[in-house]
């Protein structure tokens, strides 16, 4: 892929993106960025533990490389206006394109269409890329979970971080 001229886009996701968005989840965690026994869990259906309504979905040059899950952080009424980020993967072959700041940037027009207040994530802290990228975005770090993941004989902290909108 070359940037030369091209841009990455922005949409909601839909139902037909299942196979390109299952291609994606299958290469685009590793175990500093994920858990390495999620691979195990991969059924033949991207859309198994959330729908559509909950992805964006980044393209580039037409093709489908990246997703952000946005959801309700909440099932109940003292918690709506926070919604999480529960998942940002980028195709391999598409990374520093752009593709997660847009769908980053994306997630913020979306938390403020829908009249949120905050938007959080979890990272993990050994994952200094995302966590430089989501800074960049006006993301802080809330909190820390020292030991929270045992990964690959490594102890993992896990990070909260948040944006107020």
Not at 11 to 29: F, G
Not at 99 to 104: G, N
Not at 137 to 151: D, L, Q, S
Request: hydrophobic share 40%; net charge negative.
């Amino acid at each position: 892929m070359s940037a030369t001229g091209q841009q990455v886009t922005v949409r909601q996701a839909v139902e037909a993106d299942d196979a390109a968005l299952l291609a994606i989840e299958k290469v685009a965690w590793t175990a500093m960025s994920g858990f390495p026994s999620f691979q195990e869990t991969l059924t033949d259906t991207f859309f198994s533990r959330s729908g559509p309504e909950a992805h964006l979905v980044a393209e580039y040059d037409g093709e489908v490389v990246g997703y952000l899950r946005l959801q309700e952080k909440y099932k109940f009424p003292e918690g709506a206006g926070v919604l999480a980020i529960n998942g940002l993967a980028v195709a391999p072959q598409a990374r520093r394109l752009g593709v997660a700041s847009a769908l980053l940037e994306a997630a913020t027009t979306e938390g403020r269409h829908r009249h949120a207040r905050k938007i959080t994530l979890n990272v993990h802290h050994t994952n200094l890329p995302a966590r430089h990228l989501y800074e960049r975005h006006g993301y802080i770090t809330e909190g820390t979970h020292p030991r929270e993941f045992v990964i690959e004989g490594a102890y993992v902290d896990a990070l909260t971080m948040s944006k107020t909108l």
